[in-house]
């Protein structure tokens, strides 16, 4: 099962900030955060991720809680071209002591002009 | 540098059939896995390996196989296509080891099944 909880939807307006959130309570203290996002008809592509401290870079900033609990995934200035599937997913461990990705329903970000 | 490759785009297969989606990547990689999109629906994973010659199954790994003979390639294989096996697959591939390890992610394979 996916180790993370994220709301199936959300909107914006278009130009204005985003804060898409994400709870991870299980987290170990190896798990990286990761971001992806999926655009209409396209493949998963990757946005941000980070351990402990916040992190910027071109597309987005991730903010991590203190305890490592939730994040939150910031669009500065939401585009029409930001209306996708967003997923936040941190590594699992398989049944052999394998990893695993585990991608879950996203977030549904919906940006209105 | 191709990064994820997969083949075939587009496969339409009848039920019973069998056929291999394909998936190849130049970044030597150790991880890669098989990923499902059902229209509407989030990813769900197939099977993944670890290193050539190590696979272990995911979410949903009935009417697969799957092998790891080389670094470079991870085919998924489907015996006896079903209806319920239409979907969108998608292959991605990341470094091992403890650290970040971004996943890349393939174009994908739309498959039907009628």
């Known amino acids: 099962d996916a180790k993370t909880t994220q709301p199936n939807s959300m909107e914006s307006n278009e130009e204005e900030p985003v804060h898409l959130p994400c709870n991870h309570s299980?987290?170990?203290?190896?798990?990286?955060i990761h971001w992806y996002r999926q655009l209409p008809s396209q493949g998963p592509e990757y946005v941000i991720h980070g351990l402990t401290s916040n992190v910027n870079n071109r597309m987005a900033s991730l903010a991590i809680a203190e305890d490592r609990k939730s994040s939150t995934l910031i669009l500065h200035r939401a585009t029409l071209r930001d209306a996708a599937v967003y997923y936040c997913i941190l590594r699992d461990v398989g049944t052999s002591g394998t990893y695993k990705y585990i991608f879950g329903t996203g977030t549904r970000l919906k940006v209105l002009a | 540098n191709a990064g994820v490759t997969q083949t075939p785009k587009f496969q339409v297969l009848k039920t019973g059939q069998s056929m291999t989606l394909q998936c190849a990547q130049d970044?030597?990689?150790?991880?890669m896995s098989w990923y499902r999109q059902d229209p509407g629906m989030g990813l769900r994973l197939i099977h993944y390996?670890?290193?050539?010659?190590?696979?272990d199954q995911g979410e949903v790994p009935n009417g697969y196989n799957v092998s790891r003979s080389t670094t470079e390639d991870f085919p998924l294989r489907l015996l006896s296509a079903a209806p319920s096996q239409t979907s969108v697959y998608f292959c991605a591939s990341s470094y091992g080891g403890a650290g970040a390890n971004v996943l890349t992610f393939g174009a994908g394979s739309r498959l039907t099944v009628l």
């Open positions: 390996s670890v290193g050539a010659g190590i696979t």
């Open positions: 970044m030597n990689h150790e991880y």
């Open positions: 299980t987290i170990s203290g190896t798990d990286y």
